[in-house]
């Protein structure tokens, strides 16, 4: 029984490339959660997202961000014309329905902008 | 925004102490969890704590979620060398935006003592 998948372990991206991270929730979860690590801080709840549903977006960023889930496939975050400041690492949680019963993280994917 | 006060940033341990953490916030929080992270992997759950004055533990670690719903902390005894990482509270306000948001504080890094 897979944990939450998330993959490439590590990007790397030239300033205006875009960057696109990938998801793939435990079985049987339908709910997937994107985060960010921000230095010295916790992590930053980005989006949630349920099958081609966007849930709540309230921490994403207005421009260059977006997140998918797709009937079929991982959920996607992608990042248009990344900057500096986009190096981090993202995480996503995934769970199998509302709440926070089973709410498992995966183990990030860490992005560097160049 | 709502935000989670973790204190202390970071402690030494030697091998055997009893270590001390906490949260507050000036807001209520309807569930606290803690997690701690190992360099380069996801947050793992610890705790879950669902009711105010609730005190629950998981081998050498007890935490209780605050009578006034606004504070949580983290013990662990006789402390040993794989303790060491980072440990982070969450909360999830009454409102739950979408009951998938979690808030996290900033993180307590537990390093041995040289």
């Known amino acids: 029984n897979a944990g939450v998948m998330q993959n490439p372990r590590h990007l790397v991206r030239r300033r205006g490339q875009e960057a696109r991270l990938r998801c793939s929730p435990m079985k049987g979860h339908s709910h997937v959660y994107w985060y960010r690590q921000l230095p010295e801080e916790g992590l930053k709840f980005m989006v949630y997202?349920?099958?081609?549903?966007?849930?709540?977006e309230s921490g994403m960023p207005k421009e260059r961000f977006s997140a998918e889930f797709p009937k079929e496939g991982p959920s996607i975050l992608r990042i248009q014309q990344v900057v500096r400041g986009d190096s981090t690492a993202y995480f996503c949680?995934?769970?199998?329905?509302?709440?926070?019963?089973?709410?498992?993280f995966g183990s990030g994917t860490r992005l560097t902008v160049v | 925004g709502q935000q989670l006060n973790q204190s202390p940033q970071s402690m030494f341990i030697q091998e055997g102490e009893d270590v001390s953490m906490n949260c507050t916030s000036s807001?209520?929080?309807?569930?606290w969890l803690w997690y701690k992270q190992d360099p380069g992997e996801g947050p793992v759950l610890l705790i879950a704590?669902?009711?105010?004055?609730e005190l629950t533990s998981n081998g050498r670690l007890t935490a209780q979620f605050g009578i006034t719903r606004k504070d949580s902390f983290l013990n662990i005894s006789a402390s040993i060398p794989s303790d060491v990482g980072i440990y982070f509270c969450?909360?999830?306000?009454?409102?739950?935006?979408?009951?998938?948001?979690?808030?996290f504080g900033k993180g307590t890094k537990l390093s041995v003592k040289p």
């Open positions: 807001s209520i929080f309807n569930t």
């Open positions: 949680a995934s769970s199998p329905g509302l709440g926070l019963n089973g709410y498992t």
């Open positions: 969450a909360g999830q306000p009454p409102d739950g935006g979408s009951q998938g948001n979690l808030i």
């Open positions: 704590l669902y009711k105010a004055g």
């Open positions: 997202l349920q099958k081609e549903n966007i849930i709540d």
